[in-house]
């Protein structure tokens, strides 16, 4: 009995060590993708000064858990140079127009994600009511 305990002890203590090494991998060390969570899809239709909620999240290529806190990502709104960082935020654009709205992010120790995002954005012009 006292040995398939000792043996029991011995197999756990190997399975903990490999489980455990396995499980630091985030994605500061491993590749990872990026994706928008909100809003959904590749286009946006939106009016001036109207508050967009964005959330991005990302998972490792090698299927292990993905550590946000580990990722800076960076939203280029295509709007006069404007960016944010955040995985979460809210953004408005002032004026109607076409713009072109890209999602970056990198790694605590400068590991860029496969992928960038992007999203078209139509923000709706005012209305001319010019007449003869």
């Known amino acids: 009995m006292k040995k398939i305990i ?6 756990l203590f190997f399975l903990s060590i490999i489980v455990l090494g396995q499980s630091h ?9 990026i994706d928008i969570k909100q809003p959904f899809g590749d286009t946006i239709y939106t009016c001036p000064g109207k508050n967009i909620i964005f959330l991005a999240d990302g998972q490792n290529t090698d299927g292990s858990a993905f550590d946000g806190n580990q990722v800076t990502f960076t939203w280029d709104f ?17 004026k109607g127009g076409h713009y072109l709205l890209k999602l970056y992010a990198s790694s605590l ?13 139509f923000v709706s012009m005012p209305p001319n009511f010019t007449g003869t």
Do not use: W
């Open 109 to 121: 120790n400068g590991n860029q994600a496969d992928n960038v995002l992007d999203i078209h954005v």
């Open 78 to 94: 295509g709007y006069l140079g404007q960016t944010q960082n955040g995985n979460t935020l809210g953004f408005n654009y002032p």
């Open 6 to 11: 000792m043996s029991s002890l011995k197999l």
């Open 25 to 33: 991998l985030n994605a500061q060390e491993g590749r990872y993708t």
